[in-house]
């Protein structure tokens, strides 16, 4: 699929313009394990996942997706792929990171909600759209 740059900048400020106001959350539920593993194994907490996701650019983002939750399969889902130095706990060293985040944006009339479905280091090499 071929994505419009600014297309995706619009996405992206959408996206910013929630986390800067504290209209988002991540996932963090049974079926989420691995965005909690990722978050203790590197001791970050919720204001430095908001600092992260505040750092989103055009350039990390990745490609889309359909929600296949069912009933909620008329979704997009936004994969970006953004890199941070992290320590992981216990260890003086940082390292390079790429973060799996993919992101479902609930409109609503007045303002729009960020659900941060994926929020976990990269298991595989991404492929980015705009790199």
Known sequence: MEYSKDGIERIVRRIVDAVNHDRFTI????????NIGFRERYGIKSE??????????????????RNFKPGFEEETLYIFGPQFQLYPAGEKDARDVV??????IIER???DIVIVVSFHEAERAMTYAFK
């Open 27 to 34: 996932e963090e539920n049974e079926n989420r394990q691995k």
């Open 48 to 65: 430095q996942s908001k600092q992260m996701l505040q750092e989103l650019i055009v350039e990390d983002f990745c490609s889309t997706t």
């Open 109 to 111: 009339s007045i303002d």
């Open 99 to 104: 973060v799996y985040v993919k992101i479902n």
